[in-house]
């Protein structure tokens, strides 16, 4: 059975603090993604991974960073958090077409 | 400019009937188109896909009909249950490159 796991459901942070979200795969998938959902934008990609230390901006990369030191984990970094930067965090691996979530995050930047 | 669309936010059937979700795409390099169902509080989780070089793919009480020269796919859902009532997020992705996932429509299924 297929695993994607994000460390945290809830978190409260407050503005300007630094925020590590993790997740960790279990499927051995090159693959890794961060996304954010927010109502009415979908599913927006922030930052993907497709090898151990490499990272490529998606859409909307400002306010975060990333890190991949080993293949299974993919970490989401907010340097100084925002309130606009509420929203439910998502993170993905994937194999060709299939695409496995976690359970998410729903991070809240009071 | 949203490359998936999914014009209706919302949907409400009531229990046993049909419910029909839409996504339309403007890139027409796409060739692989995947359904996801997002409940609250939970990852999205894989529902059904279709390849562009087929116009139909069913699974169970779900179906997926593909129209590519109007760039439009659908999600039919019979009969509709209760516990179908989530977050649904059609995704759209070509050889070597993202996903794209629409807005979502969230579909509320009526006792």
């Known amino acids: 059975d297929v695993k994607v796991t994000q460390s945290s459901r809830y978190l409260v942070k407050r503005t300007g603090e630094k925020v590590f979200l993790e997740c960790v795969q279990d499927?051995?998938?090159?693959?890794m993604f961060w996304y954010r959902q927010d109502p009415g934008l979908g599913l927006r990609l922030i930052y993907f991974?497709?090898?151990?230390?490499?990272?490529e901006k998606g859409d909307i990369p400002e306010g975060y960073s990333v890190s991949r030191e080993k293949k299974e984990r993919f970490s989401l970094i907010l340097e100084s958090a925002s309130t606009n930067q509420t929203s439910m965090y998502l993170c993905?691996?994937?194999?060709?077409?299939?695409?496995?979530f976690g359970q998410g995050t729903r991070l809240t930047v009071v | 400019d949203q490359q998936v669309k999914q014009n209706s936010p919302s949907l409400s059937v009531q229990e046993g009937r049909i419910s029909i979700l839409n996504c339309d795409y403007t890139?027409?390099?796409?060739?692989?188109f995947l359904w996801y169902k997002k409940y609250p509080a939970e990852g999205p989780t894989f529902l059904i896909s279709?390849?562009?070089?087929?116009d139909k793919n069913e699974d169970g009480r779900f179906t997926v009909f593909l129209n590519k020269s109007a760039k439009h796919l659908s999600l039919h859902i019979v009969p509709s249950q209760p516990g179908d009532s989530a977050v649904y997020f059609c995704?759209?992705?070509?050889?070597?490159?993202?996903?794209?996932f629409g807005p979502g429509t969230r579909l509320s299924v009526l006792p």
């Open positions: 993905a691996s994937r194999e060709n077409t299939e695409a496995f």
């Open positions: 499927m051995d998938h090159e693959n």
């Open positions: 991974s497709y090898d151990v230390k490499m990272k």
């Open positions: 890139n027409s390099m796409f060739d692989y």
């Open positions: 279709i390849s562009s070089i087929k």
């Open positions: 995704a759209a992705v070509y050889y070597g490159q993202n996903f794209v």
